[in-house]
């Protein structure tokens, strides 16, 4: 077998595709037992099938709308709208750029 040099380097770090999703897994399954929800129960309301809920909890793989769905019916979307809403900056000089207001552009007048 093959081995990725991207998994060796991901091995070293804490934070891996399959700890982030078994995280999210863990989320959504600590929600759910807050709402006093089975699985059977979450998994008809957000419209999956069981077999495919039951394999998130334990895997953390999911399709996203079926992740978006999952969101739905836990009332917990707000999420999703933060999702990659943050601005990262390379230098302080990047951060004083976004902090000045901008200048309106205008179209070139017809003559």
Known sequence: MKTNIND?????????PDSLMLG???RVKQRRLEKGW???????????????YRRFESSGEVALR???????????????????????????????KAEQPKQRKRGLKNE
């Not at 089975?38 to 495919?52: D, E, H, R």
């Not at 992740?67 to 739905?72: E, K």
């Not at 019916?73 to 999703?80: C, K, N, P, Q, Y």
């Open 8 to 16: 060796n380097i991901l091995s070293l770090i804490d934070k891996t």
């Open 24 to 26: 999210i897994a863990e």
């Open 38 to 52: 089975t699985q059977k129960m979450l998994a008809a309301k957000a419209g999956l099938s069981y077999p495919s």
């Open 66 to 96: 079926s992740l978006v769905m999952l969101a739905f019916a836990l009332d917990m979307t707000d999420e999703f709208e933060a999702l990659f809403s943050n601005k990262t900056y390379q230098s302080i000089d990047d951060i004083l």
